[in-house]
């Protein structure tokens, strides 16, 4: 084999891996809320809209602000924003492979591929800010172990604007490279680091410094945490997550042998702290043994980033969260094998170095295999198998030039249904409001709606609802109903139910101004208690 060859195989293969589901992907159902609002967002900062002052937003600005860009150059679309969502997982699986690339291209192109394997399949292409924040943070561990301060402080710093609670993660790992290098060179990370920050000055001076504080501090860190937490460890014999349990009736089959499925989140969670600590401990004892060693010190500052990351996970154990949590430390679990491997054996020769690499390579393909198989290797297969044209379960919404698709058929032909009437009734300057069947409880939305009619602005600072929030007294969601002119409320979700706060009937004050002030003209498919799946509401004095 040609030296060339050796060197673009490995890359060839993660690259493979990468593009197989992305045709089924681009064309597979979006979650509704979360990529409705990360294709709404954007454009409404592209309309002049701030977030924390104009719509509630958990996170950093630097995800919309880069995502506006992007729909900026190449338009609001599902194929912009699905095709920018699969950019960072590039970026992230990419910087698995940089990471491990001193342990051999054929090992960092194993963990790349689990990585890719982990996070591509979950929650499809959506450009979720937490695949863009890790992958800009996982970039700046790689920068600063090959001691390129300015470089690592910027992506750092563009890490933390993306998602604000990388902190940890991003900190741990800077802190530790840092005490290898010398005084001056750390002087100059953490000063380009702060510095880096400094847009959020920006963001504060445009959305008030209240507003900021509430919406990335007080909601995410107080009043939605006891809404969406899930029990740890998760049960082994049901889902605590309502998703999980609703997509279990969708589930692809799996021909091998394996533990139950909501018992594999258990065994995930497990196995994902596990790999945390042997990446911290054998980067411990790496460093130990040779200080000057940079394979060492990258182990070392690469686990301190993974343990950083785990609070996520352990926040709200379900598959996403999971996924977006393990796919960096299991895609760096074949260099802590091998590293555990020339621990137990000092034996350097070639045919036994060669035997460490493959069982270094195979052995997070095994476990997966052999404990979390359903969403990882299932998951990635019955994705890449859409692509194909099998085994695809998605529906069309069209309205324009926009498209959305959707997991449920009853679901788009009463949306396709709706839509004209919404046409037909609006006038210009009025307000859409989406909710819930029942405003005392708001813990998801349809915001692609919002999309699908983007010359009805959002009437609402709670585009995306959440429980604890939006139904919470005096949130100021019964003053936004009030301001709108057009109404969907949708019951799909009004069965919510997982073992936290969501549970729990919030403010009636919505409630009661939507009897007052609204009356309804439309209901289109069959819902839940009495309700159709979506009903169309209009002011009473709308003529």
């Given at each position: ?391 695809r379960q998605s529906y069309t919404i069209r309205h324009g030039d926009r498209v959305f ?139």
């Amino acid at each position: 084999m040609s030296q060339r060859l050796q060197r673009w195989l490995p890359l060839v293969a993660v690259g493979v891996v990468l593009v197989l589901p992305l045709r089924g992907l681009l064309r597979a159902p979006g979650p509704p809320m979360e990529e409705g609002f990360m294709l709404v967002f954007p454009e409404r900062v592209l309309h002049g809209d701030i977030p924390n002052k104009d719509f509630l937003h958990l996170y950093g600005p630097g995800s919309l602000w880069w995502l506006a860009a992007v729909f900026k150059v190449f338009g609001t679309s599902l194929w912009t924003e699905r095709l920018a969502g699969h950019a960072q997982q590039v970026a992230l699986v990419a910087a698995v492979f940089t990471s491990a690339r001193p342990w051999g291209r054929w090992l960092a192109a194993a963990g790349a591929a689990i990585a890719a394997i982990i996070i591509v399949p979950p929650i499809g292409l959506t450009a979720l800010a937490w695949v863009g924040g890790v992958a800009l943070g996982l970039w700046a561990m790689v920068a600063v172990t090959r001691d390129r301060v300015v470089l690592a402080g910027l992506l750092g710093a563009a890490a933390l604007l993306f998602r604000v609670d990388l902190v940890v993660a991003v900190g741990l790992g800077l802190v530790m490279a840092s005490r290898a290098l010398p005084r001056a060179r750390t002087t100059r990370l953490f000063l380009v680091f702060a510095a880096g920050l400094s847009p959020y000055l920006v963001h504060v001076a445009m959305a008030g410094p209240g507003n900021v504080w509430q919406g990335m501090v007080v909601d995410p860190l107080f009043n939605l945490r006891g809404g969406r937490r899930l029990p740890l460890p998760p049960s082994w014999g049901h889902f605590d997550g309502f998703l999980q349990r609703a997509g279990q009736l969708n589930e692809p089959p799996w021909p091998f042998p394996s533990p139950p499925s909501p018992g594999q989140l258990t065994l995930w969670l497990a196995l994902l702290v596990a790999s945390v600590v042997a990446l911290v401990v054998l980067g411990v004892l790496a460093v130990r043994r040779d200080r000057a060693s940079l394979s060492a010190r990258t182990l070392l500052v690469l686990g301190m980033f993974c343990a950083g990351l785990l609070p996520q996970a352990l926040q709200r154990a379900d598959t996403t969260h999971l996924a977006w949590v393990s796919a960096v430390p299991l895609g760096l679990l074949p260099i802590a094998v091998r590293e555990a491997l020339a621990l137990r054996r000092n034996e350097t020769s070639k045919r036994r170095t060669l035997q460490h690499a493959w069982i270094a390579a195979a052995t997070p393909f095994v476990l997966l295999l052999l404990l979390v198989p359903h969403f990882t290797l299932r998951t990635y297969a019955d994705a890449t198998v859409q692509t194909f044209g099998y085994h695809r379960q998605s529906y069309t919404i069209r309205h324009g030039d926009r498209v959305f698709f959707y997991g449920r058929k009853d679901a788009v032909d009463a949306v396709n249904a709706m839509l004209p009437d919404i046409d037909r009734l609006k006038r210009p300057g009025d307000r859409l409001f989406v909710g819930t069947g029942d405003l005392r409880k708001t813990p998801y939305s349809e915001a692609f709606l919002y999309y699908l009619l983007p010359d009805l602005p959002p009437a609402t600072y709670y585009i995306e609802m959440d429980p604890g929030v939006a139904n919470a007294t005096g949130s100021g969601l019964d003053r936004d109903l009030e301001a709108s002119n057009i109404v969907v409320l949708s019951s799909i979700r009004d069965d919510w139910d997982e073992p936290n706060d969501s549970r729990k009937v919030g403010s009636d004050a919505a409630n009661q101004v939507l009897a007052r002030d609204f009356r309804m003209v439309g209901s289109y498919g069959t819902g839940l208690f009495g309700h159709g799946l979506y009903e169309l509401y209009v002011k009473r004095a709308h003529t």
